[in-house]
């Protein structure tokens, strides 16, 4: 069929119309964000959220955006919104620490838990760079989120840092003694039953974090008469004397042990222990109860393979060693223990590879 020229030509002008018409009508980035903005001023925060998102679907990338979009959701209770957000954010400046720290505060209010120590550790990994609220924060959800997932060791050294910094508050309190007593539990978790004994386990444990050592003792001391069967009080106090009076501090633990035989902190400190007092023998028996208590856990292959090294059996120092930086290759120890033992052995090569990633993890720890 034949359509005429002049048919064309109308259709033409008027598809331009209407396009042009559809612009006029789309409202552009700067006026969307504009009206954002004034909306979040004048605390209209339900309002700003939509705003925010629909400048956000023109210039996905766009930074104050995401993180006042983040920042509103997240007073709102919105926690599905605030994640979203500050997980773009943290793809979009992935050396931003706030980004980081605000995407766990979300995740963590979501339950999903995994993704929020992911958030954490990359806040950790960047030093807490940020102000110090939201460095306290970090820190102590860091903390808590390490004891749900078992890192028991590695949330004391959190929080022992920021009581350092903060000093001690009933929330690091409360963390403490869910770590000190090595329970996989957040706050909101610990049974009725519990929370007397983590309170004061909590309160003896942020005592000696603070380096008030005769507030420790004593209430320590109150805490063995009130809980006498209760290994990781020995543990926990064994650990604090030791500093003060060794032998006292190895009777603990060695308490710790008695109640419970395969508590594996306990014969790690035992082991590392009797290395420094240059008893070999006695250190290869704790860690090779310590591994079998708990074989992937990397600080048993790591204390097994020093005494190993201790008793000249570099060989089967360097399998237990490399087990452990398997398990956990950002250790820096486990690394050069690992040197050791390939010297030993006479692979040179395979040594200094270790010794270099050594002194690579500690120059990062170091910053």
Known sequence: MHV????????????????????????????????????????????????????????????????????????????????????????????????WTMS???????????????????????????????ARAARLHYALLLSK??????AITTLTDLTRIDKKTPEIIAAA??????????????????RELVYRVGDAMTSAMELDYTAANRKFDELLQAYPSEPNVHFRYGALLHIQDADRGIEEIERAVELAPDHVPALVSLSVILLKREDAKGALEYAQ????AGPDDFSTHVVLGRALIATE???????ELERAVKLDPDFPEAH?????????LGRKEDAAREQAE??????????
């Open 149 to 154: 997932t078992g890192s028991f060791e590695k």
């Open 289 to 292: 109860r310590a591994v079998k």
């Open 313 to 319: 059996e570099p060989a089967r120092a360097a399998v």
């Open 4 to 99: 005429p020229a002049r048919a064309i030509l109308m259709f033409a002008l008027l598809h331009q119309v209407h396009a042009a018409a559809a612009q006029t009508s789309t409202p552009s980035f700067a006026t969307i964000s504009s009206q954002a903005q004034a909306a979040r001023d004048a605390h209209q925060l339900a309002k700003a959220v939509e705003l925010y998102k629909q400048a956000l679907k023109l210039k996905p990338n766009w930074e104050d955006g995401l993180w006042s979009l983040g920042s509103i959701a997240y007073d709102l209770d919105r926690y599905s919104d605030c994640a979203g957000a500050f997980r773009k954010l943290s793809k979009v400046k992935p050396d931003g620490v706030p980004g």
């Open 177 to 194: 003694g869910i770590a000190g007593l090595r329970r996989p539990w957040l706050p909101s978790e610990v049974p009725e039953s519990e």
């Open 358 to 367: 050594f002194k690579r993890l500690e120059h990062l720890g170091g910053k």
């Open 104 to 134: 766990g505060l979300c995740e963590y209010k979501l339950r999903n838990y995994g993704s929020a120590l992911d958030s954490f550790t990359h806040a950790e990994q960047l030093g807490f760079n940020e102000n110090a609220e939201l």
């Open 336 to 344: 050069f223990s690992l040197a050791l033992a390939y010297n030993r």
